[in-house]
T-cell receptor
Framework: RKEVEQDPGPFNVPEGATVAFNCTYSNSASQSFFWYRQDCRKEPKLLMSVYSSGNEDGRFTAQLNRASQYISLLIRDSKLSDSATYLCVVNAGGSYIPTFGRGTSLIVHP | DAGITQSPRHKVTETGTPVTLRCHQTENHRYMYWYRQDPGHGLRLIHYSYGVKDTDKGEVSDGYSVSRSKTEDFLLTLESATSSQTSVYFC??????????????FGSGTRLTVV
């Protein structure tokens, strides 16, 4: 079983739709969680950290479910500009070596 | 944005030649990483550093070496380039303090083609 797993997609959604991605992780000692966004032929960029209590940033909401060992990203009111690959990143407590998922591709169409 | 630059941005080299990629940061972050990214594989860790002259291997380190003689510079060397090393290479930096992880900042990448 891979340490961090994501559905590669692509998720094809119309503008204005709500879409959600999940990312499962296998190491129960994981402490730090992030969502990154990567545009085609560009570097990954931090979208948001994921806190135990969940957090929201505008149209984006991230949740952590420790019992089931997954994190989620919800995007509301999708924009064309949201089209990208979304990577989840997990880090075990005390480790400075992150584990990256392979990413979920999102395509938002008019 | 954090100050991290990679050079060169693009390079074409011949099989068997040595190649060095440079990662430079102005953030004084302790941790630096080299990744390669290939279709179907995602980001794979090549080498990382946790301080000056402190480096260790990642999951795909064969054929690569690194050096970190200063906090701000992390060099990746392909000793004798092979076509399988054609890839996009990303450098990343990170700073963790008091057990808190602030995430990772990536450079713009180097596209390396070995012919």
């Amino acid at each position: 079983r891979k340490e961090v797993e994501q559905d590669p997609g692509p998720f094809n959604v119309p503008e204005g739709a709500t879409v959600a991605f999940n990312c499962t992780y296998s190491n129960s000692a994981s402490q730090s969680f992030f969502w990154y966004r990567q545009d085609c032929r560009k570097e990954p960029k931090l979208l948001m950290s994921v806190y135990s209590s969940g957090n929201e940033d505008g149209r984006f909401t991230a949740q952590l479910n420790r019992a089931s060992q997954y994190i989620s990203l919800l995007i509301r009111d999708s924009k064309l500009s949201d089209s990208a690959t979304y990577l989840c990143v997990v880090n075990a407590g005390g480790s400075y070596i992150p584990t990256f998922g392979r990413g979920t591709s999102l395509i938002v169409h008019p | 944005d954090a100050g991290i630059t990679q050079s060169p941005r693009h390079k074409v080299t011949e099989t068997g030649t040595p190649v060095t990629l440079r990662c430079h940061q102005t953030e004084n972050h302790r941790y630096m990483y080299w990744y390669r990214q290939d279709p179907g594989h995602g980001l794979r860790l090549i080498h990382y550093s946790y301080g000056v002259k402190d480096t260790d291997k990642g999951e795909v380190s064969d054929g690569y070496s690194v050096s970190r003689s200063k906090t701000e510079d992390f060099l990746l060397t392909l000793e004798s380039a092979t076509s399988s090393q054609t890839s996009v290479y990303f450098c990343a930096i990170s700073e963790s303090s008091s057990g808190r992880d602030y995430g990772y900042t990536f450079g713009s990448g180097t596209r390396l083609t070995v012919v």
